[in-house]
């Protein structure tokens, strides 16, 4: 596949750029970076002796930087021979709040994505997003946006415009939501159907415009603090019913905003 060279015999390195989504210790002075790359989609490589003093690549390596990589060909995986940050995103890390929430960006493309090669409109969309971030957008529509482009791009894509069950097209008025269902179900079917939740007529409104409109339409929107903890609260309720397993930073984010008044 053009852009995506697999490393075989005739390839000793590679070239990447690559956004960091997670690292660890590995052994005694290495770490083990999981990466999602323009060239290759999500993949993992060990960063050797970076947790030395002397290194020179370990400020290259934080999660949320966007860098360009040179890796070369390991016996079990590959390995970072060199890292130059193109964007450290630096302010992302320096305040708690924007933490949490890039956090929760990298947390859901790491949970959505496997070892399975390129996807460049997912790479943009984390690109774009951890920059709006650090931008000065409202957090929250930035993480409802990146929710439902990534949905999209996942094949998760919620039904917001018509029934699950009937079909039939979805009125400005109260509605019900089941995530099993994989969508909004009208009022007719709502109170009938297993595990569902009311979904206010505004929030609804709110959730068509990210899924429909660009971000320069999205970013406008200002939904009243209500309405946004209703919208996070169903698309978190989505996600964990598609991931099949609750998210980490959701929990750090609702600590930092408590803490923080």
């Known amino acids: 596949m053009e852009g995506q060279k697999r490393f075989d015999r005739r390839f000793r390195s590679q070239s990447v750029e690559a956004v960091v989504l997670r690292r ?21 490589a060990v960063a050797k002796g970076v947790r030395r003093m002397r290194s020179r690549k370990a400020g290259h390596l934080e999660p949320f930087t966007h860098v360009k990589l040179l890796l070369g060909r390991g016996r079990d995986i590959d390995i970072i021979t060199q890292a130059e940050a193109i964007d450290l995103n630096q302010n992302l890390r320096e305040d708690i709040l924007l933490a949490s929430c890039a956090s929760y960006l990298v947390e ?16 943009r969309l984390i690109l774009e997003s951890l920059g709006r971030l650090g931008s000065g957008f409202d957090t929250g529509i930035v993480m409802r946006y990146y929710e439902m482009r990534l949905l999209d791009l996942a094949g998760y894509r919620p039904q917001l415009f018509n029934c699950t069950k009937c079909e039939r097209e979805i009125k400005a008025e109260d509605q019900f939501f089941s995530a099993g269902g994989g969508g909004v179900l009208c009022p007719v079917c709502g109170p009938s159907a297993a595990e569902t939740r009311p979904v206010s007529q505004t929030a609804l409104k709110y959730l068509r415009h990210f899924q429909r409109s660009d971000f320069g339409e999205a970013s406008r929107a ?11 609260k169903l698309m978190g309720d989505y996600l964990t019913y598609v991931l099949e397993r609750e998210l980490n930073s959701p929990a750090f984010i609702r600590r930092v905003r408590e803490s923080s008044g």
């Open 222 to 232: 200002k939904p009243s603090p209500e309405t946004s903890r209703e919208m996070e």
């Open 108 to 123: 859901l493309l790491d949970r959505f994505t496997a070892e399975e090669g390129p996807n460049r409109a997912l790479f």
């Open 24 to 44: 660890f210790d590995w052994g005694e002075a290495d770490r083990l970076v999981v990466l999602f790359s323009r060239e290759r989609g999500k993949l993992r």
